[in-house]
């Protein structure tokens, strides 16, 4: 049997969320955290108009809602995907980086060029 799609039932805003701290931690000047295959993520980026940069990536400041959301964070801590300093930071843990959101895609707009 397939593994389950979601298995944490996350919400959507949670998914765009945790999808975004994703690619935070993927950056070069991401920090690694005290516990294995963590990243301290600081310096969240504010949005310009309608949309902020992400690396290489274009976002819809529509879809980063959660990264000013406590309870969005709140959320993502319990189940154990992050540790939030909010709205500091927050600790990407191993769990959060492999968690498979399958909205990255969708969330993350890169240019074909």
Do not use: C
Request: charge should be neutral.
């Amino acid at each position: 049997m397939p593994p389950k799609r979601n298995p944490l039932n996350l919400n959507p805003l949670q998914l765009k969320t945790l999808t975004l701290l994703q690619a935070l931690a993927d950056l070069p000047d991401a920090k690694p955290g005290e516990a294995e295959g963590s990243v301290v993520l600081t310096g969240l980026p504010d949005p310009h108009g309608d949309h902020f940069h992400l690396g290489d990536a274009i976002v819809a400041a529509k879809d980063a809602t959660g990264l000013r959301n406590p309870a969005v964070w709140a959320a993502l801590e319990r189940k154990g995907l992050v540790k939030t300093q909010f709205p500091q930071s927050a600790t990407l843990l191993a769990a959060g980086r492999d968690y498979e959101t399958g909205l990255k895609d969708s969330v993350l707009h890169r240019s074909s060029h």
